[in-house]
């Protein structure tokens, strides 16, 4: 059988850093701002987003996310993974996936990028103990699924915490402030699939 190696996303921190550093910057100019202008869209200091398109930085998972909103674009969709052609069979390993793009308190595997013929992204997310995290809002008409795998966790959903454990699943209206937080004493694990408007992101 043969693996795809073409989605095979860069292996070691200096690829991934260049990688994210010419893709940051493509978006950017895409939209035709300047770094003062992404600055302010997207909350991220001018001075940190300039590093980072110079491959000088490690943005934390957080970072991105911000970016990642700021932009109106999927969190995968500027980690740009090439796309497979739609007949052929991707296979992907979470395991080997974690700690990209970023080694934080919360892990994230990019299982499946964000590609427009199918609208979504799909991460394998986990979530140390303690860790907390208020997510901006999406764009207008972004859903979130979110399944829990291993361990247990909350969501913030409509202005309260909702307890998930192991097993369950829960979708909702991610264009509105929301978050996940993990206050036990393992790791959380979840699936978070991210459907996004048609025609929403490039
Ligand atoms: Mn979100």
Known sequence: MHRSSESTPPSNPQDVNLHLA???????????????????????SKAMLGQIERGESSPTVATLWKI???????????????????????????????SKPATD????????PYDPRFAFELMELTLQPGYVRQSEAHAAGVTE????????????ID???QAL??????RFSADQPHGYRNLHAEPAVC?????????MVR
């Open 165 to 170: 454990v192991e097993g369950a699943a829960v």
């Open 22 to 44: 010419g893709q940051l910057r493509q978006l950017r100019l895409g939209r035709g701002w300047s770094l003062d202008q992404a600055a302010q869209a997207t909350g991220v």
């Open 159 to 161: 202005g309260a915490w």
């Open 145 to 156: 699924h979110v399944i829990v795998l291993r361990g247990k966790m909350d969501v913030w």
């Open 191 to 199: 699936h978070d699939l991210i459907h996004y408007p048609s025609g």
């Open 68 to 98: 990642a909103t700021g932009f109106g674009c999927a969190l995968t969709s500027f980690l740009g993974m090439p796309v497979a052609p739609m007949a052929q069979a991707v296979f992907r390993d979470a395991a080997q996936l974690r």
């Open 105 to 112: 308190d919360m892990l994230v595997a990019t299982l499946f």
